[in-house]
């Protein structure tokens, strides 16, 4: 299929589908990439913790290793994720070195 567009000079602009769908895949690619550059700042700047901090929530407490994030919240608002190894209800860290995640939106304030 072709797709023909006449300029304002009265040229005729030939585009292909597959110069369209080209295009649109390019476009749909950088969207995604710009989109999760923007959730990533978005759950960066509004994280209250940092690596090295502890996370408590309902379950327990952790020390956060690592940072990742999500937007599979009810609203789709990005929000951090903190991974680290579980701690006693002491502080201290326990003997099987158990890891698990706190979701930001579970800390305990």
Do not use: W
Request: glycine residues 6%.
């Amino acid at each position: 299929m072709t797709i023909y567009l006449t300029s304002k000079l009265g040229d005729i602009i030939m585009m292909t589908l597959i110069d369209y769908l080209s295009q649109l895949k390019i476009l749909d690619h950088d969207y995604n990439k710009n989109k999760n550059e923007l959730m990533i700042k978005y759950a960066t700047e509004n994280s209250p913790l940092k690596i090295g901090d502890v996370a408590t929530d309902h379950i327990g407490s952790i020390i956060v290793e690592q940072i990742k994030f999500t937007a599979a919240t009810d609203d789709h608002i990005p929000v951090c994720l903190y991974l680290g190894q579980t701690l006693k209800k002491d502080g201290s860290q326990t003997k099987k070195k158990e890891k698990r995640m706190v979701y930001q939106g579970n800390l305990k304030k």
